[in-house]
């Protein structure tokens, strides 16, 4: 049974702190996504990475980094916690596809929901 | 770039058919995958038309036209645990593109 965990389902910050999302997927998946979500802009890709150590911004990576130093492990850092990034914080997962046309099928974690004071 | 569009929200009744639309601009265009989420709860694989035409999963089909930069979701029978949300899912260049999702609402 595939499984993407989050290391919280909420999450409660002071503006300026230092904040860490922890995904890990137990499936192998070499892709690996966070999203956030807010009502009416459904789901806007953060970053992604598709092997260890690599990165690429997604939509809207302003005030976020990521971390990839595992395979299964993918993290979302806020640098300095705004109240504007008080929001659902997802993670995906997926196996290898790519430009070639394949798209694979995302498993999402339960997400967190972070509120910044 | 890529833009997508769907309706906000659709109400239907129990063991009606109900279809919700998503037309789509995006370059360089590989398919159309769906997923369904519920309130509180993570988005969920429901179908991928890699190619034209209609794909039959139970009780959900889903259509897609290349050529029209249209696709559609077909949920027939109705019932109450459909009520979710339904995202249309264009994959880029890189990754997928989710909209902001169709809002379903099941009535007795």
């Known amino acids: 049974d595939v499984k993407v965990t989050q290391s919280s389902r909420y999450l409660v910050k002071r503006t300026g702190e230092k904040v860490f999302l922890e995904c890990v997927q137990d499936?192998?998946?070499?892709?690996m996504f966070w999203y956030r979500q807010d009502p009416g802009l459904g789901l806007r890709l953060i970053y992604f990475s598709y092997d260890v150590k690599m990165k690429e911004k997604g939509d809207i990576p302003e005030g976020y980094s990521v971390s990839r130093e595992k395979k299964e492990r993918f993290s979302l850092i806020l640098e300095s916690a705004s109240t504007n990034q008080t929001s659902m914080y997802l993670c995906?997962?997926?196996?290898?596809?790519?430009?070639?046309?394949?798209?694979?099928?995302?498993?999402f974690g339960p997400g967190t929901r972070l509120t910044v004071l | 770039g890529q833009s997508l569009e769907q309706p906000s929200e659709v109400t239907a009744v129990e063991g009606a058919i109900v279809q919700i639309n998503c037309t789509y601009q995006?370059?360089?265009?590989?398919?159309l995958s769906w997923y369904q989420q519920h309130d509180g709860g993570a988005p969920t694989f429901l179908s991928y038309?890699?190619?034209?035409g209609l794909e039959e999963t139970g009780r959900f089909s889903s259509f897609l036209s290349r050529s029209d930069s249209y696709g559609y979701l077909l949920l027939q029978e109705l019932q109450m645990k459909d009520s979710a949300s339904y995202f249309c899912a264009p994959p880029g260049r890189r990754a997928l593109t989710f909209g902001s999702g169709t809002r379903l609402q099941v009535q007795p």
């Open positions: 995906a997962s997926s196996s290898l596809g790519g430009s070639g046309g394949d798209t694979d099928t995302q498993y």
């Open positions: 038309n890699a190619l034209d």
């Open positions: 995006t370059s360089g265009f590989y398919g």
């Open positions: 499936m192998d998946h070499e892709n």
